[in-house]
């Protein structure tokens, strides 16, 4: 167990819909990135925040959007999905936004439909 | 930019087989190197790391040494078990600017008793 947790496990829901996928880090971890993993693209690096600022962007479709809370959570807010944003969608967390370990969490799976 | 080439899969072995999965990089500067391994059903566990030229990350008998001059981190283990069965994942993080992770495609190994 990595003490990162996230919520949902699954999620289906329609194209054109919007979810809001939750990650709590690690106790003590400032820093939040989200990664999609999905059969055509592989892994990849989506955002990440740091103490409640966003501090990078990788390839995050514009219809997508995250924040990071006061108590460190961080939300991914996907919007008008599309049967292409189906894939596995990981958070993890590390102590500061320098070069430190990642932990990540056991991810939510999206199925658009 | 910067990207990581694995060995496409997946592999088969039997227990106690000897196991190399490869792995390159393209990386501007001198990346740290990872291994992660993700079990059925579950998400990213770091395996092990090297963060400079010639160092040996080692963790549960697997092995990797961070060759700068073949830009490589080959992933190798002397004899596998059943419960290696696993996708692994080949990483690089950047030591300055965004420090998030580049993956490879992953490489599924299935040990067969």
């Known amino acids: 167990d990595s003490g990162v947790t996230q919520t949902p496990k699954h999620l289906i829901t329609a194209t054109g819909q919007r979810v809001t996928l939750r990650c709590s880090p690690r106790s003590g971890d400032l820093s939040v990135y989200w990664y999609q993993q999905s059969l055509d693209q592989g892994l990849q690096f989506l955002i990440q925040y740091y103490n409640g600022e966003e501090r990078a962007k990788g390839n995050i479709l514009e219809r997508f959007s995250a924040q990071q809370f006061p108590d460190l959570h961080s939300e991914l807010n996907l919007s008008s999905l599309e049967l292409g944003d189906s894939a596995l969608y990981f958070c993890?967390?590390?102590?500061?936004?320098?070069?430190?370990?990642?932990?990540f969490g056991p991810g939510t799976r999206l199925t658009v439909t | 930019g910067d990207s990581v080439t694995q060995m496409e899969g997946p592999v088969t072995l039997s227990e106690e087989a000897f196991l190399t999965i490869n792995c390159t990089y393209t990386a501007t500067g001198y990346p740290s190197l990872f291994w992660y391994v993700q079990y059925p059903g579950e998400g990213l566990q770091l395996l092990l790391k090297a963060t400079k030229a010639d160092d040996k990350g080692s963790n549960k008998g697997f092995e990797a040494t961070y060759r700068k001059e073949t830009t490589s981190f080959h992933l190798e283990k002397g004899s596998v078990q059943v419960s290696d069965s696993a996708v692994y994942f080949c990483a690089l993080m950047k030591k300055s600017g965004a420090n998030n992770l580049f993956f490879g495609t992953g490489t599924r190994l299935t040990v067969i008793p």
């Open positions: 993890a967390s590390s102590v500061d936004q320098g070069h430190y370990e990642q932990y």
